[in-house]
C-alpha cells in the first residue's frame, strides 16, 4: 500500500488527521450500495469510538492510498461500476469530502455515503450540492445510552442529521442500529424505533448483531454478547418494520 501517510494536526483540537485519506479500496460490491455495482472507497479515521467497532484498524490507523490513485482507479472502472461507496472509519470526518466527491461524481458514478450523523453541515452540503444519492445513518444509541456506546458527547449532532434526513425528501436513506447486548437492550432499541417513526422516519429500520471473533478484534476487545436480542419483543414494540441482519 505503499509508504507511511503524512499527516495533519488540528492545533484546536489537539487530533491528527491524515492527508492521505483512504485506508482501503474494496473493488467491487453488489450488497452495499443497493442497485448498484459499485466499488468502497474507506476512510481513515473515525470521530467515534464504539468499542465493538470492527474495523479498528481504520478507525485508528493512517491512509496509504492518495487521491490521485482512486481516481486512477475509478477511471479503469468506468463501465464496469456505476456506484462509488464512502465509509470508514467516518467519511464525513475528512475536510476535502465535498470535493473528491464532486470529482467522483463528475465521471458519472452515484454516489452513497455511509456516516455516523456527527457533521449535518457536511451532510447538509452534499444534499445542497447534489452529490450524494442515498445516505446510510448509523443511529448508534439513544441519548441516554449515547456515550457509553460511541465514547463520545455528541448525541445533539446526530440528532440534527437525522433531522435533516427525515424532512429532506431529495434521496433515500437508510437507518441501522449495531446492537452489542451488553451495551444496548430491547427497550432502548424500542425507544430509537419510536424515535424515527415520530421524526417522520418511515423505512426498514435494520438491526444488526455485532460481530465478535477472536480472528477480528473489536476496538475495545468487547467479549461475545450475553444473551441474544429477543426479537419478538422488538417485532412487537417498534412501529417500523425491522429487518434483522
Not at 442500529?177 to 424500542?190: G, Y
Amino acid at each position: 500500500m505503499g509508504a507511511v501517510a503524512p499527516v495533519e494536526r488540528n492545533a484546536r483540537h489537539g487530533t491528527t488527521r491524515v492527508a492521505t485519506p483512504f485506508y482501503a479500496v474494496t473493488p467491487f460490491t453488489m450488497l452495499d450500495f443497493p442497485d448498484r455495482i459499485a466499488c468502497i472507497l474507506w476512510i481513515a479515521g473515525c470521530n467515534m469510538r464504539c468499542g465493538y467497532c470492527h474495523n479498528p484498524q481504520i478507525v485508528l490507523g493512517r491512509g496509504s492510498i492518495d487521491e490521485d490513485r482512486v481516481i486512477e482507479f475509478l477511471t479503469r472502472r468506468k463501465g464496469l461500476l456505476d456506484g462509488v461507496v464512502f465509509s470508514g472509519g467516518e467519511a464525513t470526518s475528512w475536510k476535502h469530502l465535498a470535493r473528491f466527491a464532486a470529482q467522483v461524481k463528475s465521471m458519472g458514478f452515484a454516489i452513497k455515503l455511509d456516516t455516523n450523523g456527527l457533521r449535518p453541515d457536511v451532510v447538509q452540503c452534499l444534499l445542497d450540492e447534489q452529490l450524494v444519492d442515498r445516505i446510510a445513518l448509523d443511529y448508534k444509541a439513544p441519548r441516554s445510552h449515547f456515550h457509553k456506546v460511541t465514547g463520545v458527547t455528541a448525541y445533539s449532532r446526530f440528532s440534527a442529521t437525522l433531522d435533516l434526513l427525515c424532512t429532506q425528501g431529495k434521496i433515500l436513506f437508510d437507518v441501522r442500529t449495531t446492537v452489542h447486548t451488553d451495551l444496548l437492550d430491547e427497550e432502548a432499541i424500542v425507544a430509537m424505533a419510536n424515535d424515527l417513526f415520530q421524526r417522520g422516519y418511515r423505512g426498514v429500520y435494520a438491526i444488526q448483531s455485532a460481530v465478535i471473533d477472536p480472528d477480528r478484534p473489536t476496538l475495545d476487545g468487547l467479549a461475545a454478547q450475553s444473551r441474544p436480542l429477543d426479537m419478538e419483543r422488538l417485532r412487537n414494540g417498534s412501529p417500523l418494520q425491522l429487518e434483522f441482519r
